[in-house]
C-alpha cells in the first residue's frame, strides 16, 4: 500500500521535475549534498549558490570522507543524496567501483587535464575535481622557538634526530590523502626506499591521528610541533590567526578535491547546476576566501588571488616532480594502507624506541667514530626499514584480495585472511624493530 | 481510642466470614514451607498462628492474602475459594510487621488509598478516613508524614489503613513486634476491642504465646510447616498434644524414664531420685515417651513429712534461682534431670540456698505422658 | 478436583500485566537493538570468500598480537579508571550525603557534569591544560624544570576516562547512601565502630549496590568507549580497533565486527559478575517511611580538610570544562599557558547559526530519555518483583546495548530501515527523526536502567503488598507507590540519559538525513573539523554543557525537596 503510494509520489515528482526542466531553465528544490569539508567551505558555497540560484535549497549533511562512503552505500536502495562532495579521489573510486555515482561532463570551459601531475578529472566523467591541494608540512612557530627548532622543509628532514618525537601524521587508512602522500614518496624514490623514508619520519612521530584534522588541530594548539598535513588546512589555520606555517616539499603531489552526482540522484537538475557552479568563475573565487585557502583548478581565477598564493598551474615545482601512476596506486592502495598500520601504526612504540636508539648511536659514533659500530647501526637502519612485502607482491592481485569482499568467481583462489597476514606482517615488525634495537644499543657501547 | 465512637459506621452491612484451608502445600524448589495444613476459622473469631520463627506461620498469612500461591490445596473465605484470585481482589486486610506505610504520603493518604482504588465517592472517603483514624484515635495527626509518628502511632495508622476498606479478614503480621512493652500490652487490648467491636474474623501472626494467649479465641500452633494443634489457649496450655505445643505454650518441665509395669496393676513411670509415678490407664508398659508437667505442680516440702495423698516425693538439689517478685522460680536437679518449681512469694520469706538439698512433692495426676 | 485447584492457581500465577509489558519490551529491544546490531554482526561468523558460517575468525582474534595487546590494554585501562573514579566519586558522595555540608546540592549538580562533556571539545580542552604542552606542564616547565605526563598513551586514557565517568559512580552511591536507614549506621556506633572503619564495615558496604551498579558502567563504558582512545591517538585498544577496522572504506574486514562481539561479550561478562557479586544483597532499607543516614556537623578542622578535598576534586573533574569556557573565549590558544587574548565573537557566531541545534537536542534527549525511565522501570519491575521466566534476559539485553558501539547500532539502523518507506511521505524511515530518539534511547537504556534497578532494590517489597492488599491491581500499586518512591531514582535515571544523549554523536552521525533535523553534537562535530570553528565549537559545547547542568541542577532540587516534605531530612 505505502509502496504503491511511494511509487505514485515518485512518478509525480518525475513528472513535476521534468516539467520544470522543461518551463524554466534554472532549477528548483531540496539539494542534498553529503560532504567531508569543514563548515567555512561549505557554508560559504551554500551562500553563494543560493544567491545565483535562489529556488534551489542547499542541504548540507556533514559527514568524514570514510562515514559519507559508508552512508551512501547503505542508503543506495533508496537514495536520497544528491551529490558527494569530498577531497580524497579514492573515496570517489570506492563509489564508482560500486557504481553509486553518475557520470556528468561539466559545461565549465577552460580547466586543464591536469594540476600538477595529477588528472584533475575522472576519465569517465564520474566525479571531476574543482580544487587542488597539496600535501606539505605545517608547523608551529611558538612550539619550534621554544625547542629550538628549524624550520622543515623536505620530507627527508623530517626524518634527522633533532626532530624526534615532534612529528604527527594521520593514518593513510583514515586519510585518503595522507595515503596519496605516502604513495607520492613510494613513487618518488621507489618501493624499498620510499618505505626506508616513510619509517625513518615515522620514527620520528610523536603520534598518528585517527582524524586528518587531529594533525592541524594538534599543530594550532601546540600539542606537537610538525604536521604532515594537506595545504588548506594549514593555509586556513594560518588565516584563522594561528602562529603556524606552511611549506610544500620538492616531492609532493598536488590533489584535485571532487565532486560527484550521486546515481539515482532525486534532484539531478540542481546537482549538475551545482557542478558547474562550483566550477565557474564565480565558483572557483570563493576558494580563495582565508578560511578555505584551496587552490582553484581554474587557472584564470589566480589572478584574483593574493600575491604570496601558490599556483600550480605556474609554479611547476609544485607537484610536478613526481609523475604520479595512478594505476600503480590503485592496484596496491589497501596493501600500502595495512602496510602503514600494521608496521608504523600499531608498532609505533617499537619502532621509536628503535630509531632513538639509533639516533643516540650514531650521535655518540660522530663524535668517537668506530668502524664496527657504524657497520652495526647501518645494519639496524636496513632492520628497520626491511619491508615484509616486495613491490611486486604488493601489487598481486592474490595479496589485495585479502582485503576486498569481491570474488569475481567461485573458481577464483581463496587469498589469505586479512586478519593472517596483518598478523604475519606484525610480527616481522615487531621482531625487526627490537632486533634493531639491539643493534644500536649495542653500536652505542662501542662508541662509548 | 475513642470510646463514644459507633463502629458500626464503619462495618455497616458486612457480615463475619470464615476461612477455611483445605489440605495446602507449599514449597520453595524442594524445601517444603507448608505440608498439608488444613485449618477452620470461624466467623468473628480472633485467631492466632503461633509459632517459632520459621515455621510456615507468615508464609500461611501471606498464602491467604494472596502473595504466595500453593502447590495444593485451596483457601476459601465465606465459602467462596479465593485460592485464583490476585491479592487487590481478596478483601482481606493485612497489617504488614513493618506497617509498610508509604513515606510519600500523609496520614490521611494513606489511609483513603484503599477506598480510592475502590473508587468509593469523594466525600464517603473523606467520611470513611475520618472515621477509622478516629477509631485509632489519630485524628489529629492525618496531616502527618508517616516518618513524624511513633512506632505506636504508625501501628495504628497501619490498622486504620487496613480496617477502612471494611475486609472480610483482617490479618496482622506480628503487628506488635516493633513497640516497647508496655505500649504491646495496651495496644493488644486495643487490638481486641477493636475486633470485638467489629466482629471482624481475624488472624494474628506471632511468635509470643503470651500475645496469642491474651487475646485470641484460638490458636494454631505450627512448626516446621505442621500444624500442631488447634485450640483455646487454655485446651493448649493444658493438654498439649505434643511435646512442642508444651514447651512452646508456658513453662513444661519434662522428665525421662521408663514405663513400668506396677504390682497393683496399671503403669508408672520410674525415674532416678524418686519413687515410681503413676500414669492414667492406657499407658502400655515399655512405652516410648516423656512425661510432662508444669512447674506449678510441684510443691516445696521442707518439713520433712510424708508426701500428701495422690502426690509423689522428689528428691533433689537446687541448682540456681531466679526472682520474679510474686514467685521464686528454682531449677532443681532429681537423678540427673532437672525440673523448675514455681514457689509463691511472700515479704519476709527466705530463699533456699543453691547447692542445698530440697524435697518436692508432686501431683501426679496432673502430669501428662506424651508420645512425642 | 486436585487438578481443577492446579489449573485456577495456574491462572492466578500467570497474570497478563507483566507478561504483555515484558513481550511489548523485549519486541521494541528486538526491532531497535537486536535486529541492527545482528544485521551487522553476524558478518563475523562469517567466512569471507565463501559466506558460510564459520569461527575461523575468532581464532585469528586470539592469535593476533595486536588484538590481545588491545584486549588487555582495555581491560588494564577499564580496571584502572574504576580506581581512579572511586577516589574521585568516595569522598564527594560521602562527605555531601553524610554531613551538614553547605553546597551539598550544587556539588553533587557539578559532579556529573563531566558526563556532558561533548565529544571532540572534551579532550581538546584536555590537552590544551595538561597535554604535554598544556598549560599546567608549560608552568611547570617554566617554573620548576619538569613536568608531569598526564595524557601520554594509557595514562591520559584513564585519566580522561575516568574524569569523564566518575559521575557514574557519584550518582549511584549518594543515592545507596540516602537510602540507609540511620540505625544500621547509629547501631555500628553503638557498637564501638566509628571513623573509616564505620565507613568501610557498615556504611559501604550497604552502599554497595550503589556504588557496584556504577563501578560496572564505568568498567562496561571505558572498555566500550572509542571516541576518547581515538581523540588521544590511542589506537591499541579494542573499540578503537573496531571502529578503525568497520569504518574503513572499500575493505570488507570482518574482525571490525568480530571485535564487536567480544566487547558485547566482555560487557555481558562484566554484567553477569557484578550480577553475582551483588546476588543475596538486596538491601531494602526503607523501612519505618525511610531514613537516609543522619548528616552530622563536622569540627571545624574537618570541615577545612572536607573543602579542600572536595575543592581539589572539582577543580580536578572540572578542568576539561574549564579548559573549554577558556576556549570559547580565547582568539588564539597555541602553545601558550592561557589564550593569547578574549573574546566573545564565538558565542555571536553560535547564536546566529545553532538555534536548530539547540532545539532539535532537547527534544530528542528528553524523548529518549523518556522512553529510558519508562521501559528502565519497567524492567526493573519485571526482574525484581515477577517471576516471569526469562525475565533476567530483558536486563541482560538492554545492557548489552552499552557494549554495542554506536557505528555499528548506526549502521544496522541504516540496514534494518532504510528500506522502509514511511507511510504517506515515502521518505525512508531511518531518515524520520524519531528513529534517531529511539537510537539515542537504546544508546542510554542502560544508564536508566541500573538506577532504577538500584532505586527499586531499595524499596522494601511490602510497601507494595500493603497496596495490594488495599485493593490497588499491580499497574495502580506501581503508579501509586513504587514509582512515587522510586522518584530520586527514576530522576537520576533520565538525567544521566537525558545528560548523556545530548551529547551523543557516534550513532547520531550515521543518522542525521538532513541539517534541519540534526543535534547538537551533529553541530559541534561539524565545527570541530575547522581551524576556524574550534571557538564557536567550544562555544557550543558550553551551551551543552549550561543547559544540561541546568537540568540536573533542577532535578536535585526537586529531589531534595520532595524529600524534605516527606520529612525524611529532620
Not at chain 1, 597476514?421 to 610480527?427: D, L, N, P, S, T
Not at chain 3, 555499528?408 to 521518505?427: E, N
Amino acid at each position: 500500500m505505502s509502496r504503491t503510494l511511494h511509487g505514485v509520489a515518485a512518478a509525480l515528482a518525475v513528472m513535476l521535475a521534468s516539467s520544470t526542466a522543461a518551463f524554466a531553465q534554472d532549477p528548483s528544490g531540496k539539494l542534498v549534498v553529503v560532504t567531508s569539508f569543514p563548515k567555512d567551505l561549505t557554508s560559504a558555497f551554500q551562500q553563494a549558490f543560493q544567491k545565483a540560484h535562489p529556488k534551489v535549497t542547499v542541504e548540507i549533511l556533514n559527514r568524514n570522507t570514510n562515514a559519507g562512503v559508508k552512508y551512501l552505500q547503505e542508503t543506495a536502495s533508496n537514495n536520497g543524496t544528491d551529490l558527494f562532495w569530498a577531497s580524497a579521489p579514492d573515496a570517489f573510486e570506492v563509489l564508482k567501483g560500486a557504481n553509486l555515482l553518475q557520470a556528468y561532463k561539466p559545461k565549465v570551459e577552460g580547466i586543464p587535464d591536469k594540476v600538477g601531475a595529477y588528472p584533475v578529472n575522472d576519465p569517465e566523467g564520474m566525479y571531476a575535481g574543482f580544487a587542488a591541494s597539496g600535501y606539505g608540512i605545517m608547523w608551529n612557530t611558538r612550539y619550534m622557538k621554544a625547542n629550538n627548532l628549524p624550520a622543515p622543509k623536505e620530507w627527508s628532514d623530517l626524518a634527522k634526530p633533532i626532530y624526534y618525537d615532534h612529528v604527527a601524521i594521520s593514518a593513510p587508512s583514515r586519510s585518503g590523502t595522507t595515503h596519496l602522500t605516502i604513495e607520492t614518496i613510494l613513487q618518488g624514490e621507489g618501493w624499498e626506499k620510499g618505505w626506508r623514508t616513510n619509517k625513518e619520519i615515522a620514527g620520528n612521530y610523536r603520534t598518528i591521528t585517527e582524524r586528518s584534522f587531529g594533525v592541524p588541530d594538534g599543530v594550532n594548539s601546540g600539542s606537537f610541533g610538525i604536521g604532515i598535513v594537506i595545504d588548506f588546512f594549514a593555509l586556513s589555520s594560518q588565516a584563522s590567526g594561528f602562529p603556524v606555517e606552511f611549506a610544500y616539499p620538492t616531492v609532493t603531489t598536488i590533489v584535485p578535491a571532487n565532486i560527484g552526482i550521486v546515481k539515482n540522484a532525486p534532484n539531478k537538475a540542481a546537482a549538475e547546476t551545482f557542478v558547474d557552479f562550483v566550477l565557474s568563475p564565480q565558483g572557483q573565487e570563493v576558494l580563495l576566501q582565508p578560511a578555505i585557502r584551496r587552490l582553484p583548478v581554474n587557472p584564470a581565477t589566480y589572478a584574483k588571488a593574493p600575491a604570496d598564493y601558490p599556483n600550480p598551474f605556474k609554479d611547476k615545482s609544485l607537484g610536478a616532480s613526481v609523475n604520479f601512476d595512478v594505476e600503480v596506486s590503485q592496484a596496491r592502495y589497501n596493501v600500502v594502507d595495512a602496510l602503514f598500520d600494521q608496521l608504523i601504526t600499531f608498532q609505533l612504540d617499537d619502532l621509536k624506541a628503535a630509531t632513538r636508539a639509533i639516533h643516540q648511536a650514531e650521535a655518540a659514533l660522530a663524535k668517537k667514530p668506530n668502524e664496527k659500530g657504524k657497520a652495526l647501526v647501518a645494519e639496524a637502519r636496513d632492520l628497520v626499514a626491511a619491508m615484509p612485502v616486495t613491490a611486486a607482491e604488493a601489487a598481486d592481485p592474490q595479496l589485495a584480495g585479502a582485503f576486498t569482499v569481491e570474488r569475481k568467481s567461485a573458481t577464483d583462489a581463496v587469498p589469505e585472511r586479512q586478519a593472517q597476514v596483518e598478523q604475519k606482517w606484525a610480527a616481522f615488525a615487531k621482531e625487526n624493530y627490537a632486533a634493531a634495537r639491539k643493534k644500536a644499543e649495542e653500536a652505542l657501547v662501542l662508541a662509548r | 481510642m475513642n470510646q463514644q465512637f459507633s463502629p458500626a459506621s464503619l462495618t455497616a452491612g458486612m457480615e463475619s466470614v470464615g476461612v477455611r484451608i483445605d489440605g495446602v502445600d507449599l514449597s520453595y524448589g524442594s524445601h517444603r514451607v507448608l505440608k498439608d495444613i488444613h485449618l477452620d476459622i470461624r466467623p468473628g473469631e480472633f485467631f492466632a498462628f503461633l509459632g517459632p520463627s520459621g515455621c510456615g506461620k507468615t508464609t500461611l498469612l501471606r498464602l491467604i492474602a494472596g502473595f504466595n500461591t500453593a502447590q495444593r490445596g485451596q483457601v476459601t473465605i465465606g465459602g467462596r475459594d479465593i485460592s485464583a484470585l490476585p491479592p487487590h481482589k481478596r478483601d482481606v486486610g493485612m497489617v504488614f510487621q513493618s506497617y509498610a506505610l508509604w513515606p510519600h504520603m500523609t496520614v490521611r493518604r494513606n489511609v483513603a488509598f484503599g477506598l480510592e482504588e475502590r473508587r468509593v465517592p469523594r466525600a464517603e472517603i473523606e467520611r470513611r478516613v475520618e472515621a477509622a483514624l478516629d477509631l485509632v484515635g489519630l485524628k489529629h495527626l492525618a496531616d502527618r508524614r508517616p516518618s513524624q509518628l511513633s512506632g505506636g502511632q504508625q501501628q495504628r495508622v497501619a490498622l486504620a489503613r487496613t480496617i477502612v476498606i471494611e475486609p472480610k479478614v483482617l490479618l496482622l503480621d506480628e503487628p506488635l513486634s516493633n513497640l516497647d512493652a508496655k505500649l504491646r500490652v495496651q495496644m493488644r487490648q486495643e487490638l481486641l476491642s477493636l475486633q470485638r467491636k467489629l466482629g471482624l474474623t481475624t488472624i494474628f501472626v506471632t511468635h509470643d504465646q503470651e500475645e496469642a494467649n491474651t487475646i485470641c479465641d484460638r490458636i494454631a500452633v505450627m512448626d516446621d510447616g505442621i500444624v500442631q494443634q488447634v485450640g483455646t489457649p487454655q485446651e493448649l496450655y493444658d493438654h498439649p498434644a505434643n511435646l512442642f505445643v508444651a514447651g512452646f505454650l508456658g513453662t513444661a518441665n519434662v522428665l525421662e524414664g521408663q514405663v513400668r509395669a506396677m504390682d497393683g496393676g496399671g503403669t508408672a513411670f520410674v525415674i532416678g531420685g524418686a519413687s515410681p509415678i503413676p500414669l492414667p490407664h492406657g499407658i502400655e508398659p515399655g512405652a516410648k515417651g516423656k512425661l510432662m508437667f508444669r512447674p506449678q505442680n510441684l510443691f516445696i516440702r521442707q518439713d520433712g513429712g510424708a508426701p500428701r495423698h495422690g502426690h509423689v516425693r522428689l528428691m533433689g538439689v537446687v541448682r540456681h534461682r531466679e526472682f520474679l517478685g510474686a514467685s521464686i522460680r528454682y531449677a532443681v536437679d532429681i537423678g540427673g534431670q532437672q525440673v523448675q518449681v514455681d514457689a509463691p512469694h511472700q515479704a519476709g520469706d527466705a530463699l533456699l540456698p543453691p547447692d542445698g538439698p530440697i524435697n518436692l512433692d508432686f501431683a501426679a495426676d496432673k502430669a501428662r505422658f506424651l508420645r512425642r | 478436583m486436585t487438578s481443577l485447584a492446579l489449573s485456577r492457581e495456574g491462572l492466578a500465577r500467570v497474570r497478563p500485566g507483566p507478561a504483555v509489558a515484558a513481550v511489548l519490551i523485549a519486541l521494541f529491544l528486538l526491532l531497535f537493538l537486536v535486529v541492527p546490531v545482528v544485521q551487522v554482526i553476524f558478518v563475523a561468523f562469517q567466512d569471507k570468500t565463501t559466506g558460510a558460517f564459520t569461527l575461523v575468525n575468532f581464532a585469528d582474534f586470539f592469535r593476533n598480537d595486536l588484538f590481545m595487546r588491545s584486549f588487555w590494554n582495555s581491560f588494564y585501562v577499564s580496571a584502572m579508571s574504576v580506581v581512579v573514579a572511586s577516589l574521585l566519586a568516595l569522598p564527594l558522595a560521602y562527605l555531601t550525603t553524610r554531613f551538614e555540608f553547605r553546597g551539598a546540592v550544587l556539588i553533587q549538580s557539578l559532579g556529573i557534569i563531566p558526563l556532558i562533556m561533548p565529544p571532540f571539545i572534551g579532550a581538546v580542552a584536555m590537552q590544551l591544560l595538561f597535554g604535554r604542552n598544556g598549560t599546567v606542564n608549560l608552568l611547570l616547565r617554566e617554573h620548576f624544570g619538569f613536568s608531569i605526563p598526564f595524557m601520554e598513551g594509557l595514562n591520559g586514557v584513564i585519566f580522561v576516562q575516568s574524569i569523564h565517568y566518575f559521575p557514574f559512580i557519584l550518582i549511584n552511591l549518594s543515592a545507596s547512601l540516602k537510602n540507609i536507614d540511620r540505625a544500621m549506621e547509629e547501631s555500628a556506633q553503638n557498637l564501638g565502630c566509628h571513623g573509616f572503619r564505620l565507613f568501610r564495615r557498615i556504611v559501604f558496604p550497604l552502599a554497595m549496590p550503589g556504588y557496584v551498579a556504577g563501578a560496572s558502567l564505568v568498567f562496561i563504558k571505558v572498555f566500550d568507549d572509542l571516541g576518547t582512545p581515538l581523540l588521544l591517538n590511542v589506537n591499541d585498544m579494542l573499540a578503537p580497533q573496531a571502529y578503525l577496522r568497520i569504518s574503513s572504506i572499500g575493505i570488507s574486514d570482518p574482525m571490525g565486527y568480530v571485535i564487536s562481539v567480544v566487547l558485547i561479550v566482555c560487557s555481558l561478562l562484566a554484567l553477569w559478575v557484578s550480577a553475582l557479586a551483588m546476588k543475596g544483597k538486596d538491601y531494602a532499607t526503607v523501612q519505618r517511611g525511610g531514613g537516609g543516614l543522619a548528616r552530622r556537623r563536622m569540627k571545624p578542622l574537618e570541615m577545612v580538610a572536607a573543602y579542600g578535598v572536595v575543592l581539589l576534586i572539582l577543580v580536578l573533574v572540572l578542568a576539561p570544562h574549564i579548559g573549554l569556557t577558556l576556549l570559547s573565549f580565547a582568539t588564539i590558544w597555541s602553545f601558550s599557558p592561557f589564550p593569547d587574548a578574549l573574546t566573545l565573537k564565538h558565542y555571536d557566531t553560535v547564536f546566529v547559526e545553532s538555534g536548530q541545534y539547540i532545539t532539535n537536542t532537547l527534544l530528542y534527549a528528553s524523548l529518549a530519555a523518556l522512553l529510558d525511565v519508562v521501559i528502565g522501570t519497567a524492567i526493573a519491575y519485571l526482574v525484581l518483583r515477577t517471576k516471569l521466566a526469562g525475565r533476567q534476559w530483558l536486563d541482560y539485553v538492554a545492557m548489552a546495548a552499552l557494549a554495542v558501539p554506536g557505528v555499528v547500532l548506526g549502521i544496522g539502523y541504516l540496514r534494518s530501515f532504510y528500506d522502509v518507506p514511511m507511510p504517506f511521505t515515502g521518505q525512508p524511515l531511518s531518515g524520520f527523526w524519531l528513529i534517531l530518539v529511539f537510537a539515542l534511547a537504546i544508546r542510554r537504556l542502560p544508564y536508566a536502567l541500573r538506577a532504577c534497578t538500584a532505586a527499586l532494590q531499595q524499596v522494601s517489597s511490602s510497601l507494595e503488598e500493603a497496596a495490594e492488599n488495599l485493593g490497588a491491581t499491580k499497574l495502580r500499586t506501581i503508579s501509586r507507590v513504587v514509582v512515587p518512591l522510586m522518584s530520586g531514582g527514576i530522576l537520576a535515571g533520565f538525567v544521566t540519559s537525558f545528560a548523556t544523549a545530548a551529547v551523543e554523536l557516534s550513532a547520531t552521525i550515521m543518522l542525521v538525513h538532513s541539517q534541519s533535523d540534526a543535534p547538537l553534537a551533529y553541530g559541534l562535530y561539524v565545527y570541530m573539523q575547522s581551524a576556524a570553528g574550534r571557538g564557536p565549537g567550544a562555544a557550543l559545547g558550553i551551551f551543552a554543557v549550561i543547559i544540561v547542568g541546568l537540568g540536573t541542577y533542577l532535578s536535585h532540587v526537586i529531589i531534595e525537596r520532595g524529600r524534605r516534605e516527606r520529612g525524611q531530612d529532620h
